[in-house]
């Protein structure tokens, strides 16, 4: 038995203790999540395996089609349908219209979400892991909680979002909006800041450590209990710890 067959089967042993613990009655959402991505990686040839009950869909692959030629992509247009808990990574959503939706709770890993209308959408709690979202419409959009490790959201427009207690680990925020934007409690280690502005943003307690803020506008930032120790602060402006340009 080669190496591979030996790992698929091992992950598909697990599956199986998970799904037997879920058949046992323990119906916890997040094992209902961990069984749908063993599947996944162990077949991915499989196109989708989906729990109807939930809105959770696993998918090796999913597509969108502009089927009436309006040049606009909406949900209803898109494989799996986006919705709470949508589990679907590496998908192709670029320049999709899904606005005021609900996507909380969605696991969408390394998804193209680039120039996609994401303006008033629930997207609390969701996992955006290294997903493209440069040039995206977030205004207004709720993404309290959510996990943005090392994500580009490079030049996209998040005013008047909620960002509150997210993870923005070396994130690509180079040239976003971000006025009047929650901040507070984000966590924005070695995060990529220039020429971002951050009008009247709260940023209270949250971590800026070693972020690069050159060019950026802090004006009227709240800052309080913010670690900015290590920022790079060439040319910002609107705060005592800002450099000269």
Do not use: H, W
């Amino acid at each position: 038995m080669c190496k591979r067959q030996t790992v698929t089967l091992g992950i598909l042993a697990i599956a199986a203790y998970v799904a037997a613990d879920l058949a046992a009655g323990t119906g916890y959402d997040g094992k209902k999540r961990v069984l749908l991505f063993l599947v996944g990686v162990a077949a991915p040839e499989a196109a989708a395996v989906t729990d109807t009950s939930n809105s959770i869909v696993s998918v090796a692959n999913c597509s969108k089609n502009d089927s009436n030629k309006d040049g606009e992509i909406t949900a209803d247009e898109i494989n799996p349908r986006p919705g709470p808990g949508m589990f679907a990574q590496n998908c192709n959503l670029s320049g999709a219209d899904l606005s005021s939706m609900d996507l909380s709770g969605a696991y969408l890993y390394q998804a193209n979400l680039t120039n996609a209308d994401l303006s008033n959408t629930d997207l609390t709690g969701v996992n955006l892991y290294r997903a493209s979202l440069a040039g995206g419409n977030f205004t207004g959009a709720d993404l309290a909680g959510s996990y943005l490790y090392q994500a580009n959201l490079s030049g996209a427009s998040l005013s008047n979002s909620n960002l509150s207690g997210v993870n923005l680990f070396r994130a690509n925020l180079a040239g976003a909006d971000l006025s009047r934007t929650n901040l507070s409690g984000a966590y924005l280690y070695q995060a990529n800041l220039t020429s971002t502005n951050l009008t009247d943003a709260n940023l209270s307690g949250a971590s800026l450590y070693q972020a690069d803020i050159r060019n950026a506008n802090f004006t009227r930032t709240d800052l309080t209990g913010a670690d900015t120790r290590g920022v790079i602060s060439t040319g910002c402006i609107g705060q005592p710890f800002c450099g000269p340009r």
